[in-house]
């Protein structure tokens, strides 16, 4: 305790450091204050019909990104999630669409035109989606709309209302990026994240103490101990690397001798991040796209259990996707060819393999035999919600036992850590913790 409060004092004392949390803590209360201005003509007390549909299953999931801006019909109801998916399919084409892959190759120019193309991108699927949302809250909350006021008159405005909301949040994350501390897209979904956790402990306490069979306090902290236990798991995994030595050739010209030194390549267990959860969520969404257009009569048994995210189908399929794509998401992203040339390129060699395609054939073989626990891990994280489901534990509490929510947590929080850390040791400060090293998702110490 007083080496942390001691530490509080050390980052207070950092003039730069201090301007850059507040400067932080600002455009975090201006996201959350706009999360509750409701659209206007909507009455927020009459979306009770939004609210039971945003309850549970895979919808419960948007409301949670949203941070709970999505079920209030908000101006921000639409959140990050349309500038997640445009950078999404814009690293594909990165993949598959030779002009990208110049762009990429272009340095900081080719990123800012990569950047303008996402937000372009953005913009596009926003005016798509925000009628899409509009139509579902005529469906769910029709008579929320204010009296004399057409639903034909109010699409077009609250559609522009929705776009210019997520592009005003994507300016905040990109202010935080650039003035604040950490990833500002990061800590914006992981604060639509933690705004829904007082209210789902709330709901599992009160859950457990009015169950008289449930064991109350000594099952709730029963609770928490595991959900502990899978944070510390989900650190490990979001921690793990493989350190590849890697030799370099000494080289002399003139008077001065280059290289000669040995250096690690980190190859991480971790490496496709919480993408291969996204892109599996992303087509698990489809099966309840399709419903919309049918009767829940008409559907057999097995497309019902498809659409229940805790039936034993449903996580089948989904640790199935999961596991295909973090193999395919980290082959995107991670080139042993590529690898082996650079280090060809700058005189550098692996200890005991021939440069060339036997060390491009060697990277390959240690990240196949690195990603598969690693997916394996991804999706038992992934389907924890639903085993915390078959305890009786709420579903707005179980959401956090895993998934892309533990994920992000995890991850942003470790990122953030790391950013402080680094301003206190470049000031000869003491770390935050006693070794004086975070390692964040990038998998390397902080310094």
Same mark, same amino acid.
């Given at each position: 305790m007083k080496k942390l409060i001691t530490t509080l004092k050390n980052i207070w004392k950092i003039e730069d450091l201090r301007s850059r949390l507040l400067i932080t803590l600002l455009f975090v209360a201006i996201y959350r204050f706009g999360s509750f201005v409701v659209l206007p003509g909507v009455n927020p007390g009459m979306l009770e019909q939004l609210h039971t549909q945003t309850s549970g299953g895979l919808m419960s999931l948007l409301d949670m990104f949203s941070g709970g801006a999505f079920s209030h019909a908000s101006i921000f109801a639409l959140g990050i999630m349309p500038y997640i998916s445009a950078s999404i399919i814009v690293q594909l084409l990165a993949v598959a669409v030779p002009y990208f892959q110049k762009m990429q190759r272009e340095g900081e120019s080719g990123r800012r035109k990569i950047s303008q193309v996402t937000r372009y991108l953005t913009i596009a699927i926003l005016?798509?989606? +925000?009628?899409?949302?509009?139509? /579902?809250?005529?469906?769910?909350?029709?008579? +929320?709309?204010? #009296?004399?006021?057409?639903?034909?008159?109010?699409?077009?405005?609250?559609?522009?209302?929705?776009?210019?909301?997520?592009? &005003?949040?994507l300016w905040l994350g990109e202010r935080i990026t650039d003035k604040g501390i950490g990833n500002g897209i990061s800590i914006i979904i992981m604060i639509g994240i933690i705004a829904r956790l007082p209210q789902a402990i709330k709901q599992e306490i009160a859950s457990r103490f009015n169950a008289i069979t449930s064991g109350g306090l000594i099952m709730f902290l029963v609770e928490i101990l595991i959900l502990l236990a899978v944070i510390c798991a989900a650190i490990i995994l979001v921690q793990g690397v493989r350190k590849v030595p890697v030799q370099y050739a000494k080289r002399v010209v003139g008077n001065q001798q280059y290289g000669g030194a040995r250096q690690y390549i980190p190859l991480k267990l971790f490496a496709a991040n919480v993408m291969p959860i996204i892109f599996a969520q992303a087509l698990m969404f489809i099966p309840l796209s399709l419903v919309n257009y049918s009767s829940p009569e008409s559907m057999s048994t097995w497309m019902r259990n498809l659409m229940?995210?805790?039936?034993?189908?449903? /996580?089948?399929? &989904?640790?199935?996707?999961?596991?295909? &794509?973090?193999?395919?998401?980290?082959?995107?992203?991670? =080139?042993?060819?590529?690898? !082996?040339?650079?280090?060809?390129? =700058?005189?550098?060699?692996?200890?005991?393999?021939?440069?060339?395609?036997?060390? !491009?054939?060697?990277?390959?073989t240690i990240m196949s035999r690195i990603t598969f626990p690693g997916s394996l891990f991804i999706a038992f994280i !992934?389907?924890?919600? !639903?085993?915390?489901?078959? &305890? /009786?534990?709420?579903?707005?509490?179980?959401?956090?036992?895993?998934?892309?929510?533990?994920?992000?947590?995890?991850?942003?929080?470790?990122?953030?850590?790391?950013?402080?850390?680094?301003?206190?040791?470049?000031?000869?400060?003491?770390?935050?913790? /006693?070794?004086?090293?975070?390692?964040?998702?990038?998998?390397? #110490?902080a310094y």
């Open positions: 005016l798509f989606q +925000a009628p899409g949302y509009l139509i /579902n809250l005529r469906m769910q909350s029709g008579s +929320a709309l204010a #009296s004399g006021l057409e639903w034909s008159t109010f699409m077009f405005p609250a559609t522009i209302i929705l776009s210019a909301g997520s592009m &005003f949040i229940d995210p805790n039936s034993l189908l449903y /996580n089948i399929v &989904f640790a199935a996707l999961i596991i295909a &794509f973090t193999y395919f998401y980290t082959a995107i992203t991670l =080139n042993p060819t590529q690898m !082996a040339e650079d280090m060809k390129r =700058n005189n550098g060699f692996i200890p005991g393999v021939k440069p060339g395609k036997n060390t !491009a054939d060697y990277i390959d !992934a389907i924890m919600p !639903a085993i915390a489901r078959l &305890f /009786n534990i709420q579903q707005n509490f179980a959401q956090f036992y895993g998934g892309t929510s533990l994920l992000i947590l995890v991850g942003v929080v470790l990122d953030t850590l790391q950013q402080i850390e680094s301003h206190l040791l470049m000031r000869h400060y003491d770390g935050l913790l /006693n070794s004086g090293r975070i390692r964040g998702r990038s998998g390397v #110490s």
